[in-house]
């Protein structure tokens, strides 16, 4: 089993449409969590941390479930520049400065 | 900004050549990485270094080794270069306060 799953997609949404991605994670010990945003042939790039009590940044939601070991990232009105692949990135148990990386879901948002 | 700089995008090498990849970071961060990224793998931690001449191993070192002379810079090095390492591989580095890294451009390693 991945340390880090996620649904590769691709959703394919149109403009202004609500969309959500769950990633499960395999260690419950895990203490970090962040979604990283990576555009065709990019490095990857934070979008935001995710913390316990859930984070808002404009039109991205975060949230996470320890008990469920999910994390969730909802993204409100989809922009066109919105299509990227979204990471799912959680710390290790080991070192909380070595992050592994699920594969990513990938999003088209069409006109 | 912190910024990660990678000292080639593409690189096209023949197999048995020994390959270096440089990457330099600006802000004093004492944490480097480097990942390699393969689709439906993602990235996959090759070595990491949390201070100058100091190097551990991730989850697919062999083939590779690193080297960290100066905190500022992190220097993959590929032996003995294999086509099973064709790949995009990724530098990034953190600061003390783990708020996520800041990776470099990338590079994408054709072996021959």
């Known amino acids: 089993r991945k340390e880090v799953e996620q649904d590769p997609g691709p959703f394919n949404v149109p403009e202004g449409a609500t969309v959500a991605f769950n990633c499960t994670y395999s260690n419950s010990a895990s203490q970090s969590f962040f979604w990283y945003r990576q555009d065709c042939r990019k490095e990857p790039k934070l979008l935001m941390s995710?913390?316990?009590s859930g984070n808002e940044d404009g039109r991205f939601t975060a949230q996470l479930n320890r008990a469920s070991q999910y994390i969730s990232l909802l993204i409100r009105d989809s922009k066109l520049s919105d299509s990227a692949t979204y990471l799912c990135v959680v710390s290790r148990v080991d070192s909380s400065y070595k992050l592994i990386f699920g594969s990513g879901t990938r999003l088209l948002v069409r006109p | 900004d912190v910024k990660v700089t990678q000292s080639s995008r593409y690189l096209v090498k023949r197999t048995g050549e020994k390959v270096f990849l440089e990457c330099v970071q600006d802000?004093?961060?004492?944490?480097m990485f480097w990942y390699r990224q393969d689709p439906g793998l993602g990235l996959r931690l090759i070595y990491f270094s949390y201070d100058v001449k100091m190097k551990e191993k991730g989850d697919i070192p062999e083939g590779y080794s690193v080297s960290r002379e100066k905190k500022e810079r992190f220097s993959l090095i590929l032996e003995s270069a294999s086509t099973n390492q064709t790949s995009m591989y990724l530098c990034?580095?953190?600061?003390?306060?783990?708020?996520?890294?800041?990776f470099g451009s990338g590079t994408r390693l054709t072996v021959v």
């Open positions: 990034a580095s953190a600061g003390p306060s783990l708020g996520g890294y800041t």
């Open positions: 995710v913390y316990s």
């Open positions: 802000m004093d961060h004492e944490n």
